[in-house]
């Protein structure tokens, strides 16, 4: 089993089996290795980087995992920062087109455009957890209802 820490990079190697041979000797088949040698089929590296990324992607939820609410609330806060998440990249995505002077202008706008649809489709559902969160809000105690709104405001 792999153990996953940040400070520096793992390696795997998956080994692949040994090809056979088909021997035909008196009616009698039997199958031995062509090679003695396993040589690894697939070699994986995850970076250092990488594994911090993807601890902080754990950690980063780990605030309201720890909160006492109901599990819907916990998994509504979830889905709005991954969508908050998600428009901010769409929006870092509409900046890098505008700034790219290699683009002709139509298409920047074609670019835009699809952008654009995009982020409207991730601002609507936005607004649809954030409705959800508040009608579940509406049942929680006053302090179950100050812990999620400051979570949401994360």
């Known amino acids: 089993m792999l153990s996953f820490t940040t400070n520096l990079a793992s390696h795997t190697q998956i080994q692949v089996l040994p090809e056979t041979k088909q021997v035909n000797a008196a009616n009698e088949t039997a199958a031995t290795p062509a090679t003695d040698e396993a040589k690894p089929a697939v070699s994986v590296t995850i970076s250092g980087a990488a594994m911090k990324a993807a601890a902080t992607e754990k950690t980063s939820n780990s605030d ?3 909160s006492s609410l109901a599990d819907n609330v916990k998994n509504l806060l979830k889905m709005i920062r ?5 428009i901010a990249e769409k929006q870092a995505e509409m900046a890098a087109v505008m700034a790219d002077k290699s683009l002709s202008p139509e298409q920047a706008r074609a670019r835009l455009s699809g952008l654009q649809s995009a ?3 991730l601002q609507a559902g936005l ?4 409705a959800s969160l508040a009608k579940a809000m509406k ?3 006053a302090s179950d209802a100050m812990t999620t709104a400051s979570l949401a405001m994360k």
Do not use: H
């Open 82 to 86: 991954t969508i908050k998440k998600q």
């Open 127 to 130: 607004t649809s957890a954030q």
């Open 64 to 66: 309201i995992d720890d």
């Open 119 to 121: 982020l409207g489709g």
């Open 139 to 141: 049942d929680m105690s």
